[in-house]
């Protein structure tokens, strides 16, 4: 579920609720704080800023589970997935791929599986 954030225009206060998009939708929270009613704040999630991605776990830096489990660095965002029997989808890139070229394969003609089914298909009807 979604995780919508208010902020305080005066201290600087974030507040979140985590709703479905329809009970946000139906029935906003709102909140209150110095300030008066904190207005909505949108910021990039953890994980997605791609920036200094690649050389850098900065991606992780406050990351937490839903069940608020810290995940905060690689390791533990592995060691947690491997606990829950969880995976993520780069753990498919090479099943994918090779389900790619089997498809490839089979489009152009050269699935050996069909040729056997003939084969056998000819046999049992006496051929």
Same mark, same amino acid.
């Given at each position: 579920?979604?995780?919508y ?58 990351? !937490? *589970? #839903?069940?608020?489990?810290?995940? &905060? +660095?690689r ?10 029997? /969880? ?8 099943t ?6 089997? !498809? *490839? #394969?089979?489009?152009?003609?050269? &699935? +050996? ?11 049992? /009807?006496?051929?």
């Open positions: 579920m979604p995780t954030a208010f902020r305080c225009e005066g201290c600087g206060r974030i507040a979140e609720a985590v709703r479905s998009i329809g009970d946000y939708v139906r029935n906003p929270p709102v909140f209150a704080c110095c300030a008066g009613t904190m207005p909505r704040y949108i910021s990039v999630a953890p994980g997605l800023a791609l920036h200094n991605a690649i050389a850098s776990e900065r991606h992780y830096d406050g990351l !937490r *589970a #839903q069940d608020g489990t810290p995940i &905060d +660095t390791a533990k965002h592995r060691q947690y997935m491997k606990d829950r029997n /969880l995976t993520t989808i780069d753990d498919f890139s090479s994918w791929k090779k389900a790619a070229e089997q !498809r *490839a #394969q089979r489009m152009e003609g050269a &699935d +050996t599986s069909r040729a056997l089914d003939v084969a056998d298909a000819v046999a049992r /009807l006496g051929g």
